[in-house]
């Protein structure tokens, strides 16, 4: 089973760009589908962007579609979220997941479809 740990969180101001990082211990990452999420205080965990096993599509939630991109290295492990153009409505808690037995080329959107999350990374932006 891979675990994983997500970096690169901070706080940042309206407009900033921030990128995080999820790494991925115990398992090769080529073998999952991998998304993001995030959790803001009192809301539930929401969908923000999804990549397929081999890193060849994405898929975005609409309140980041144009700013945020997803990417994965396999070789080093590790899924990327680059934030451009970050809101104070961005703040919240920034999870990484990963999909075991995955159809290769499909994305998953739904929390129940993961099965291995981080820990979380907090995200803060200042208007």
């Known amino acids: 089973q891979v675990q994983l740990v997500e970096s690169g969180g901070g706080l940042v101001q309206a407009g900033g760009s921030l990128r995080l990082s999820c790494a991925a211990s115990g398992r090769t990452l080529s073998t999952y589908a991998m998304g993001w999420f995030r959790q803001a205080p009192g809301k539930e965990r929401e969908f923000v962007g999804a990549?397929?096993?081999?890193?060849?599509?994405?898929y975005y939630a609409d309140s980041v579609k144009g700013r945020f991109t997803v990417s994965r290295d396999n070789a080093k492990n590790t899924l990327y979220v680059q934030m451009n153009s970050l809101k104070p409505e961005d703040t919240a808690v920034y999870y990484c997941?990963?999909?075991?037995?995955?159809?290769?080329?499909?994305?998953?959107?739904?929390?129940?479809?993961?099965?291995?999350w981080g820990q979380g990374t907090q995200v803060t932006v200042s208007s």
């Open positions: 990549i397929s096993r081999s890193g060849g599509s994405t």
């Open positions: 997941a990963a999909r075991s037995l995955s159809f290769s080329g499909y994305l998953y959107q739904k929390t129940n479809e993961y099965n291995i």
